[in-house]
T-cell receptor
Framework: AQKITQTQPGMFVQEKEAVTLDCTYDTSDPSYGLFWYKQPSSGEMIFLIYQGSYDQQNATEGRYSLNFQKARKSANLVISASQLGDSAMYFCAMREGRSGAGGTSYGKLTFGQGTILTVHP | DSGVTQTPKHLITATGQRVTLRCSPRSGDLSVYWYQQSLDQGLQFLIQYYNGEERAKGNILERFSAQQFPDLHSELNLSSLELGDSALYFC?????????????FGSGTRLTVV
């Protein structure tokens, strides 16, 4: 079963508009973390935002916010005021298990299939 | 520069050959993770090392092996290469000593098997 699902293979948005990229996840672990990464055409993976399962507030980082709906197991990324430079592949990822000291083996990330975002001028 | 260094950036080799990919983690990070990104499989976790010890294994083929050295750099060895091994290989490091959640990815090694 897919642990991370991104149902939108591609999305288009007009410059300066907001866009929501969908992500649903599946885990029975009460402690987990959710991440969004951006991968431009150059290939590097750029960290955007993180949400812990026990965090009460939705995470925000500049123009990025994470719409975390725990009961629905969704963690959608909202990009406000899109810019041409936002055109890229976006990945949702999950880490199961509690983050913490000791080098836990729980640290691996499971990624979704990604969404290609194209920002039009 | 993310602080995680991967070399080489590009590698072209023939089927049946063996290659070694190198990763130097961010200063102070004890964990190293290897991922493979291919068109058909997406981003797949291969293996994790923490302070020199293997901690978790994912979808890593028997032809592949890895290790983490005392200076914390890691190497991923790919042998008997097949066309399907062509992919972008990422290394990521993470500081787990303080409970942080920051994974830092290197820029990747693009392997092409011809």
């Amino acid at each position: 079963a897919q642990k991370i699902t991104q149902t939108q293979p591609g999305m288009f948005v007009q410059e300066k508009e907001a866009v929501t990229l969908d992500c649903t996840y599946d885990t029975s672990d009460p402690s987990y973390g959710l991440f969004w990464y951006k991968q431009p055409s150059s290939g590097e993976m750029i960290f955007l935002i993180y949400q812990g399962s026990y965090d009460q507030q939705n995470a925000t980082e500049g123009r990025y916010s994470l719409n975390f709906q725990k009961a629905r197991k969704s963690a959608n990324l909202v990009i406000s005021a899109s810019q041409l430079g936002d055109s890229a592949m976006y990945f949702c990822a999950m880490r199961e298990g509690r983050s913490g000291a000791g080098g836990t083996s729980y640290g691996k990330l499971t990624f979704g299939q990604g969404t290609i975002l194209t920002v039009h001028p | 520069d993310s602080g995680v260094t991967q070399t080489p950036k590009h590698l072209i080799t023939a089927t049946g050959q063996r290659v070694t990919l190198r990763c130097s983690p961010r200063s102070g990070d004890l964990s190293v993770y290897w991922y493979q990104q291919s068109l058909d499989q997406g981003l797949q976790f291969l293996i994790q090392y923490y302070n020199g010890e293997e901690r978790a294994k994912g979808n890593i083929l028997e032809r592949f092996s890895a290790q983490q050295f005392p200076d914390l750099h890691s190497e991923l060895n790919l042998s008997s290469l097949e066309l399907g091994d062509s992919a972008l290989y990422f290394c990521a490091s993470r500081d787990q000593s303080g409970g942080g959640d920051g994974y830092t990815f290197g820029s990747g090694t693009r392997l092409t098997v011809v």
